[in-house]
Every structure is written in C-alpha cells, then in structure tokens.
C-alpha cells in the first residue's frame, strides 16, 4: 500500500463519428497509446508507430469478455480498493488498512505498548493476518511483520498512523 | 397482385424474383470473396444483362421498381441511423472549413463536365453531386478491412462524410424540387417550400427523436422492424407528396431514432435494406442504355482521374487541419476516393431528365471506376514509405 497518489497521464478523448470514441494518453515510455470503444462495445487497444504517429503499429481487438479478463490482469482491482478507500470518507472520518514494514518498531509489540491512539487518535478497529480478519482486537494484541492493521479516524490522524506503522517514522 | 392473378402469373413471378435474388446472392459472395462491396457488381451486372435482353424481366417489373424505390429509402435510412445529431453537429462545428472545401473541389469538375458536354444545367448540377458524395458504405468498410478506425487521420475522414450525408438533407430535395421545374417564381417557391419542409423535419425529429424512439421501441424484433419500416416509408411518402425528395424523409427518420432503438433498429434493418438497394444497384444500370456507353466511357475516365485527384486533395487537407503527418494525410485523402451508392441515387433522380440518359451512364462508368479503385489507391497509398519531416500534432484533435 506504498504510494498512495495514483498518477494518472492525461486522456485524451476523440470521437468517431458512426464508430465509437478513442481513448489516448502518451505512456512514461514515449509510446502512444489509444483504446477505440466501439458503439457496440468491442474494444481496440492501439499503440502507434513511432516513425508515423498517425498509424497503429499494433492493434488488438477485444470482445466485452476480453476486455474483463485484461482488466483484471492489469489490476483494475487496485484500482478499485484505491477508490473505495477514497469513498469511506464520511463525516471526517476514514478508514484506512496499513502493513506492519517489516523490521519496524510496531513489529512485536503490543497495541497498547504502542499508544497509538494516544498518539496519532486513530483507532486500530481490525487486524488481518494472513488474510483472517482478528476483528476489534485486545490492547494487548501483539503486531507482527506483515499484519494488515484496518484503522479509523481523521485523514489526517490516518496519515500519522501509517508514518509509525508502514514507514517506521 | 401476385396472389390474384392467374397461378403462371404468380409461377413466373416468383422465378424471375427468385432469379434476381439469387443473382445478387452470387454477386454478393464474390464481391466479400474479392474483398470489395458489392455495389460496382450490381451495377457492372445490370449493365450486361440489361442492355443484351438476357434477362427479360415482364411480370414482377412493377414489383421489381418499387423495390428498387424502397431500397433507396432504407439506405438513406440507415445512413441517418448511422449518426447521432450530436455526432452530426459536433462533425459539422470542427470539419465545416474541410467539407466546404470538399463541395467545392469535388462537385466543380462534374457541374463544369456537364456544361461542357453541353447538358442543361440542372443534369450539370446532378453531375457535380455525382462527383462531390463519396460513398460511406466503401470508406466506412475500407477503414475498417485496413485497420485504420485508430488512426488519427480517422476522424477528420468520417467527419467529413458526415458533412457531406448533412450537405445531401439540402442538396436532394433542393434538386428534386428543381426537377419539378417551371417558371422561375414556381421554381423559387418550391425550393422554398422544400427547404422548409426538410427544416420542419429535421427540428421536429431532433425535437421529438427521443418520444419516437420509446414509441416504435418494442418488445419484439418483429414489432420494432415493422413499426420502423411504417414510420420510414409514411414520412417519405409525406415527403415526396410534397416534392421534397423521399430519401430525405427517410434520412431524417434515421436521424431522429436514438439509443436502443437505434441500434437494435440497424441490425434488424440492414438485411433488409440489402436486399431492396442491391435491386436498386442492378436496376438503375439495367435502364441503361448501352448504346450511351461508349460515348460516356472517355469523359467518364477524365472525370474519375480528376475526381481522384480532388478528392485526395480535399482528404489531404481535411487531415492536414487536424495536424496529421504527410502519410496520414495521403491515406485520408485516397481513401475518399471511393463514390458508390449515393452518386446512384442522385444520377437517378434526374434518370428522366432531357440529358438523364447520358446521365445515368456516365455516373454509372464513373462510380465503377472510382468504387473499385478508390480502396485499391488507398490500399497502394500505405504502402508508399514517406519520410518526411513530421508536424506536430494540433493539441486539440477532438
């Protein structure tokens, strides 16, 4: 969960009259990408060439399933966690899950040893280790290398968590 | 009707029907074999039968016209369905400088032929729209077989076909209320009242395009097909009642459906619609008179080599606006070249006109040589390895 500004290139949108709409951005690469969305919902990725940006050196043509099973392997999931992340925030308050880094402090010891809450005012409402949800855990829940930690509060009191958390500030 | 008449009546008509169906059929799968649209087929077929007397057509001939007149409706139909008034509009505010340049460099040659064969002036101005429309069914089907819909060329090239399917909402029923003819002031007031319908038309379809669409949007395949094919052929009729061309009435039917009905509208449509136009196609070159062929051959050849020319040069500019490269520029330009089933339909407006005949065999030698060549240029233009220094992109290309 390192990273938490997505950057995202700029889109450009241009319309094709009776065809659909092409979708393009230029990658970090220098390549220019392009995915044309057909009014009837096939899908063309496109890359051009770099000797005549106007052509496509590869075209790939995607049915709607196609175009699901790719997303997925590109990782639209994380996406979909960032957005979700992004959508607890309710009232100023919101939820947030942070890794134990491995070799940090938190690593070992206790919730409480840790005062978390004293310190930052976020509250650690859950813990998933190796993938099982330990919901409301003790104070004296002891952190390890690797937990997930699901905590509550202000954004900015999130923010401080995961300095002593993930980044071992 | 078929049904009343004598059991041979009925026996011959269904085999001539037959025949003709079956003939298109087989035009129709060496067109795809050969990899090309099956319109300079039709028409090339119309030519040989039709002059020779090979096949003799009596009984289903009524019947055979009228589906040539129906084939006509639905492919305007289908190319107003095609577009949504946005796309319509949003084409016409960021190309209008390309298509104007398009009606100008295109149909000046076929207006200036007509004069110099000596034609009166309103086949000269048929001539001309002959010449300026090229044909969105070849374009929009090379742009697909080439793999070229991504390219960035692309658009300035479907825009301007949308301009000019705009152009022809204005150009046909201006010419049909000429054909109509009489003293100038008569002449005037039913271009005047053609314009005015088509406006009447067109606002109340973009108006009211969302309540027709609910309205014909039916459960069933069945019901939305005829419901769609009444409302077409009745706004036509009404059209036409009015000397405003029928084919605009359609166009504008297809412009206003939207949404689902659009589309299921268009899967539902198109096999009719083939049908009726390859009638259409085969029909128009069987009128032809094959005694008017070999004089229309050699200006038919000089028109088709300037129209090429024209054609490439409003391509190349249309793409140059929008900032593309010299290779982009020459494949949007030569993939315009193609003219087809609109040409058709204007020559055969004016098919009973004093200078029709030649009309007809002109327009017919010039889209064959244009159809088949058009996609075989563009296809000869990707190949051609030019280098040269590149502009830059414009920022804006939507």
């Known amino acids: 969960m390192v990273g938490h500004t997505v950057a995202v290139s700029e889109v450009r949108e241009i319309k094709l009259p009776g065809v659909g709409v092409r979708h393009e951005f230029d990658a970090e690469s220098g390549d220019q990408l392009a995915v044309l969305v057909h009014h009837d919902g096939r899908r063309e990725i496109l890359s051009y060439d770099r000797d005549d940006p106007d052509a496509c050196s590869s075209v790939v043509t995607l049915s709607h399933d196609d175009s699901r099973t790719l997303s997925e392997l590109l990782g639209a999931s994380q996406v979909s966690e960032e957005v979700a992340e992004a959508q607890h925030d309710v009232d100023g308050q919101s939820i947030t899950w942070i890794k134990i880094a491995p070799g940090c402090s938190a690593a070992g010891r206790s919730i409480s040893e840790g005062e978390y809450r004293t310190k930052t005012g976020a509250s650690v409402v859950a813990v998933i280790r190796e993938g099982a949800p330990v919901p409301l855990p003790d104070p004296d829940f002891t952190l390890l290398d690797g937990d997930l930690v699901v905590a509550v509060g202000p954004a900015s009191a999130l923010d401080e968590l995961r300095q002593l958390l993930e980044f071992c500030a | ?398």
Do not use: H
Not at chain 2, 116 to 124: D, F, K, Q, S, T
């Open chain 2, 1 to 398: 009707m078929i049904l009343a008449a004598g059991s041979s009546d009925a026996a011959l008509a269904f085999i001539e029907i037959g025949g003709l169906a079956l003939g298109l059929a087989i035009l129709s799968r060496i067109a795809s074999r050969l990899g090309m649209t099956a319109v300079p087929l039709y028409l090339l077929a119309g030519l040989i039968f039709g002059g020779g007397g090979l096949a003799e057509i009596d009984v289903s001939q009524d019947f055979a016209e009228l589906a040539a007149e129906i084939g006509v409706l639905l492919l305007l139909f289908t190319l107003g369905l095609e577009y949504s008034d946005v796309e319509l509009r949003d084409g016409l505010r960021s190309d209008f400088p390309s298509g104007l340049v398009d009606m100008v460099l295109n149909a000046a040659p076929g207006v200036i032929t007509g004069l110099v064969l000596g034609w009166e002036i309103l086949p000269a101005v048929l001539l001309g729209g002959v010449t300026w429309i090229s044909s969105s069914g070849i374009i929009s089907k090379s742009l697909a077989d080439l793999g070229r819909l991504g390219f960035r060329e692309t658009p300035s090239v479907l825009n301007l076909l949308v301009i000019e399917d705009l152009a022809m909402a204005v150009y046909l029923p201006v010419v049909a209320a000429l054909i109509v003819g009489g003293t100038v002031a008569e002449t005037v007031t039913t271009v005047v009242i053609a314009l005015a319908t088509v406006g009447i038309i067109l606002a109340a379809a973009l108006r009211y395009g969302r309540q027709l669409s609910r309205l014909l949007l039916a459960e069933s395949d069945e019901a939305l097909l005829l419901g769609v094919f009444g409302v077409t052929l009745l706004v036509a009729g009404a059209a036409q009642s009015l000397e405003v061309s029928g084919a605009v009435g359609a166009f504008l039917v297809g412009l206003a459906l939207s949404g689902q009905a659009e589309e299921r509208a268009m899967r539902l449509v198109s096999p009719l619609r083939d049908v009726f136009a390859g009638t259409f196609f085969l029909f128009f070159t069987f009128t032809i008179d094959p005694s008017d062929l070999p004089s229309a051959a050699l200006p038919a050849s000089i028109l088709a080599a300037v129209g090429i020319a024209t054609k490439t040069l409003t391509g190349w500019y249309a793409a140059g606006r929008r900032g593309a490269g010299t290779n982009g520029r020459l494949r949007a330009g030569t993939i315009l070249v193609a003219r087809g089933e609109f040409s058709i339909v204007i020559a055969a407006l004016g098919a009973g006109l004093v200078d029709g005949a030649e009309l007809g065999a002109l327009a017919a030698t010039y889209v064959l040589i244009t159809a088949v060549g058009g996609p075989l240029i563009t296809k000869f233009a990707e190949r051609i390895p030019v280098r040269l220094p590149r502009r830059r992109r414009a920022p804006a290309e939507a």
